[in-house]
């Protein structure tokens, strides 16, 4: 909602921002030297819904790249998939690391 008041400038930054779409971020893996290629091909499936086929695919990229991407998503979501990645590689003892990344 576009609420018109006496500072013109604050109005057309708010007009312009609601007329952007919301921004999204890439969640990245970075390869590693430890984490075992069993463990990364489960993340790929549990945190970003891909097939036992696309998560092993993915987890060979990033083992050769050093780093790839695992989904896009709007803000609030992609820092919920790092902090659940991170979370739960820590808790198995695994030094996988996962970033965002605005697109
Ligand atoms: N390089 C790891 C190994 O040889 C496998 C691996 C793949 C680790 C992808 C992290 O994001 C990663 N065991």
């Not at 057309?12 to 970075?30: A, G, H, Q, T, Y």
Request: hydrophobic share 45%.
């Amino acid at each position: 909602m576009i609420v018109k008041d006496c500072h013109d400038e604050a109005v057309l930054e708010l007009e312009r921002s609601e007329l952007r779409p919301p921004p999204m971020f890439k969640v990245i893996l970075l390869n590693d030297d430890f984490t075992p290629m069993d463990f990364v091909v489960k993340v790929l499936q549990i945190f970003f819904s891909m097939s036992q086929e696309q998560a092993m695919q993915v987890m060979l990229q990033i083992h050769t790249d050093g780093i790839g991407i695992c989904g896009i998503y709007f803000s609030d979501i992609a820092i919920t998939k790092v902090r659940q990645v991170i979370e739960f590689s820590r808790h198995h003892e695994h030094p996988l690391k996962c970033v965002m990344e605005g697109t």
